[in-house]
């Protein structure tokens, strides 16, 4: 069994930045590769919306509504991917969550999430 760990939410004021991370972890013995990583965030009121991806090659995919603010990385060692968020926005405020597409023993898996960290940005 497989589960993943954010970290790095908080409140900061409008043009500051935070950085999320995602850990995987599995329990002992569990042996499990991490194809795509993620984030997407919910707003009070709104629909959950893909903020940015990363494929295992490095490939990244960003919402035009944070590109050029926001960077997804991936520590593939540490099974972690990240969330780098600078010049924050108010209308950046939201849930955030993780989540990773992988596989098992080469089995895949359904989507895993985080448990969703909350991003608040002060004006």
């Known amino acids: 069994q497989v589960q993943l760990v954010e970290s790095g939410g908080g409140l900061v004021q409008a043009g500051g930045s935070l950085r999320l991370s995602c850990a995987a972890a599995?329990?002992?013995?569990?042996?499990?590769?991490?194809?795509?990583m993620g984030w997407y965030r919910q707003a009070p009121g709104k629909q959950r919306e893909l903020v940015a991806d990363?494929?295992?090659?490095?490939?990244?995919n960003v919402a035009d509504s944070v590109k050029g603010r926001f960077t997804i990385s991936r520590d593939n060692a540490k099974k972690t991917v990240y969330l780098q968020m600078n010049s924050l926005k108010p209308e950046d405020t939201a849930v955030y969550y993780c989540?990773?597409?992988?596989?098992?023993?080469?089995?895949?898996?359904?989507?895993?999430w985080g448990q969703g960290t909350q991003v608040t940005v002060s004006s």
């Open positions: 990363i494929t295992s090659g490095d490939s990244t």
């Open positions: 989540y990773m597409r992988l596989s098992v023993l080469g089995a895949i898996q359904p989507i895993h």
């Open positions: 599995g329990t002992a013995g569990t042996i499990f590769s991490i194809n795509t």
